[in-house]
């Protein structure tokens, strides 16, 4: 059973959280190549995530998470951004929403009871349920940005030799 409730908490302060991390990739030092990337282009793909997570992880989708994954790899390799820079963008992703977990986890059981004392054992459940869906959720994300990445290098290495196929034949 995943934590319905934060899942909507999340799903609610998508737009913040959002701005948390594209805040965190322009300024990181292992995302130098965002550095140079409006907000206002990075912060939709990352509130999408966030606004969805329901959908991704309470209904994962295997075939939807690889068109949404494989073409952001695709743009991000066709923009010239290193594999490394693409895979960190996703980890401090991840790592900012377990961060909200673990921080308004707690809070979104308690702030609705008189006593807001220990939370029950399915409670803490939940929450854990939700860590793994969540962890699982990054995992194939990342496997189908890899994808898309690899893909889109495919195209530009035969571009290339095709390029150079025509000039060689041009100049022979």
């Known amino acids: 059973m995943l934590s319905v409730k934060l899942i909507k908490l999340i799903e609610t302060h998508a737009e913040s959280l959002a701005r948390e991390v594209v805040t965190d990739l322009v300024a990181n030092e292992h995302t ?13 793909r990352i509130f999408k995530l966030y606004h969805n997570l329901g959908n991704w992880v309470a209904d994962p989708d295997s075939n939807a998470i690889r068109a949404e994954y494989e073409e952001w790899g ?63 959720f990054f995992d194939q994300a990342l496997y189908y940005v890899a994808c898309g990445y690899e893909v889109q290098s495919q195209k530009e290495r035969i571009r290339k030799e095709e390029k150079e196929r025509y000039l060689t034949a041009r100049h022979a």
Do not use: C, M, W
Not at 32 to 44: C, G, Q, R
Not at 86 to 94: C, D
């Open 32 to 44: 130098p190549t965002f550095h140079d990337i409006a907000k206002s282009e990075l912060e939709p």
């Open 74 to 136: 695709q743009t991000r390799g066709h923009q010239g951004f290193p594999a490394s820079e693409i895979v960190y963008s996703l980890i401090l992703t991840k790592k900012h929403l377990r961060r909200y977990i673990r921080d308004y986890g707690y809070a979104a059981f308690t702030n609705d009871r008189a006593n807001s004392g220990e939370l029950t054992p399915l409670e803490l459940y939940g929450i854990q349920q939700l860590n793994y869906a969540v962890g699982d």
